[in-house]
């Protein structure tokens, strides 16, 4: 029998929900290229998410890149961003030929530090890359005054941020811009799957062309764009989902208050805080390992390892000091990120994790000694 548990684990609908679902393909034989499907579904998030406009993608990557490309900046331009994020973020800018600015977070909930963003603006800086990370909202206030004040556009990372509202808005509609991931890991998934929001629908015929090779029509090609279209499969895995997203947050926060009750009696693990004004959507579950619990975060981990439970280093490395982009680009001192990297662990969490499971992680994590 597998004892494992691990970090997370995909939501889906039921196989006969799916299976019926996905029936008309056979009788259509229209699987991409911006089917029925994946109109349905465009739509249906442009509504539940609550942002002015949507468009589509393959992946949250290929959605990140595509957005940054789709503003037109020019190559060798700055971009300030975070390095306590997934290391797609930052792949996204050098990929686009801009050099990101790295800036260090917030300790209290892992964010962009604001306060610091202001002194690495430069003659070349052109925009601002900040991430919602683990669901928590960036000072979206601040970082839209800095913008403003020296014409940089916003683009939101908001691949963890899934169906949050802030001051009663969609996340979605902060910045110039803002990009979602709907992975088979995440709250909300199409199997694999990604989104951008904006509020200038000029934004959307850029990332059509971006992402249907600029093809308008059987002889017309207008501009060079990629493959990034999401299939009709995807689509209605989407549309599935959906359906139950209310079911599924419902679930994620009866498991995150019962992990905060029972963690919260433990010495040394500590919590990431909330942005007042802002809602949950439970995407994950970090905790903070202290000094005062007796044991670093990397003896939790292997600890957790050995009883086969799989939590995750969630962010380690800091991107800032991966391989790839390791003393080649600006940063200040990064003191909150490299910490925080060296101290949080997401431990499993996802809306079916068995109460049983759940009692046994506190118990290896409350007897440690």
């Known amino acids: 029998m597998d004892d494992r548990i691990l970090v997370t684990q995909s939501s889906m609908p039921s196989y006969e929900e799916y299976i019926e679902a996905i029936k008309p393909l056979w009788d259509t034989h229209w699987l991409t290229n911006m089917g029925t499907y ?31 490309q789709a503003f037109g900046f020019p190559e060798g331009s700055e971009v300030i961003t975070t390095p306590f994020t997934f290391i ?41 890359l900040p991430v919602h990370v683990y669901g928590n909202v960036c000072n979206v206030e601040k970082i839209q005054r800095i ?3 020296y014409n940089l556009k916003v683009i939101y990372d908001a691949a963890h941020a899934f169906g949050v509202e802030y001051k009663g808005k969609g996340i979605g509609c902060y910045g ?21 929001s904006f509020s200038d629908h000029k934004i959307y015929d850029k990332l059509y062309n971006l992402k249907n090779f600029g093809i308008h029509g059987e002889e017309l090609v207008t501009d060079v764009g990629a493959n990034a279209k999401m299939n009709e499969f995807c689509a ?35 919590f990431l805080e909330q942005r007042q004004g802002a809602t949950r959507n439970y995407a994950y579950f970090p905790i903070l390992v202290n000094d005062e ?33 390791r ?38 994590m409350g007897e440690k000694k």
């Open 88 to 128: 797609s973020t930052t792949h996204a800018i050098v990929r686009n030929h801009l050099k990101p600015v790295f800036c260090d977070v917030n300790w209290e909930d892992g964010t962009i530090d604001e306060s610091k963003i202001e002194e690495l603006v430069t003659e070349k800086t052109v925009a601002i």
């Open 236 to 270: 209605i895995m989407g549309l599935c989902n959906l359906k139950h997203i209310d079911e599924a947050l419902a679930n994620r926060k009866e498991r995150y208050e019962y992990y905060r009750e029972q963690l919260s009696k433990i010495p040394g693990i500590g």
């Open 293 to 325: 619990y007796g044991m670093s975060r990397n003896e939790l981990y292997d600890m957790l390892r050995e009883h086969n439970i799989y939590a995750r280093k969630y962010f380690h490395p800091i991107t800032a000091d991966q391989a790839c982009f």
């Open 38 to 68: 994946h109109k349905q579904l465009e739509a249906k998030l442009t509504d539940y998410l609550g942002v002015p406009g949507l468009s589509l993608m393959v992946n949250g990557h290929m959605a990140l890149e595509l957005a940054i």
């Open 327 to 364: 003393n080649k680009y600006r940063f200040d001192k990064l003191d909150n990120a490299r910490n925080l990297s060296d101290r949080v662990l997401t431990i499993p969490f996802y809306e079916g994790l068995e109460v049983e499971k759940m009692e046994r992680i506190v118990g290896v």
């Open 176 to 196: 110039d811009a803002s990009v979602f991931s709907f992975h088979a890991t995440k709250v909300f998934n199409t199997i694999e799957g990604g989104a951008v």
């Open 147 to 149: 913008a403003d004040k």
